[in-house]
C-alpha cells in the first residue's frame, strides 16, 4: 500500500494551494481519508478528513471556510484545496487512510503517505 503526498510548496499569505494523494494497492472506495498537518514543535493534528461510502467531511475550526477535501474514487486521490493560506498553515501536511468513518483519531489510521511541506510567508 502506497499513499503519496505532492503539491505543497510555499506560497504567500492569501494564497492557495492544492494538494493531492495519490492510493495505490488499496480499495481507495472502502478507505476514509485524513489530512493531518504537523508544524515544528507542535502536535500532529487533523485539519481535514472525509468519510468512505457517505462522502462526509470533517474540518478542524482553524480550516473551516478555507479549506475543501474532496475525494475521486475512480482514481483512487483525495484532494486537499486549500484557500486564504496563513503563516499559521505552515506545516508538513500528510494524508492518511482508515476505514474507519471516526476520522479525528491518528491512531486509527492504517496507512500514512510520507508528507508534504507548505509554507506560507507573510
Known amino acids: 500500500v502506497q499513499l503519496q503526498a505532492f503539491g505543497g510548496g510555499l506560497v504567500q499569505a492569501g494564497g492557495s494551494l492544492r494538494l493531492s494523494c495519490a492510493a495505490s494497492?488499496?480499495?481507495?472506495?472502502?478507505?476514509?481519508m485524513g489530512w493531518f498537518r504537523q508544524a515544528p514543535g507542535k502536535d500532529r493534528e487533523l485539519v481535514a478528513g472525509?468519510?468512505?461510502?457517505?462522502?462526509?467531511?470533517y474540518y478542524a475550526d482553524s480550516v473551516k471556510g478555507r479549506f475543501t477535501a474532496s475525494r475521486d474514487n475512480a482514481n483512487n486521490t483525495v484532494y486537499l484545496q486549500m484557500n486564504s493560506l496563513r503563516p499559521e498553515d505552515t506545516a508538513v501536511y500528510y494524508c492518511?487512510?482508515?476505514?474507519?468513518?471516526?476520522?479525528?483519531?491518528?491512531?486509527?489510521?492504517?496507512?500514512w503517505g510520507q508528507g508534504t511541506q507548505v509554507t506560507v510567508s507573510s
Open positions: 492518511a487512510a482508515t476505514v474507519s468513518l471516526a476520522l479525528i483519531r491518528d491512531d486509527l489510521y492504517q496507512y
Open positions: 494497492a488499496i480499495t481507495f472506495s472502502s478507505y476514509s
Open positions: 472525509i468519510r468512505r461510502s457517505v462522502g462526509s467531511t
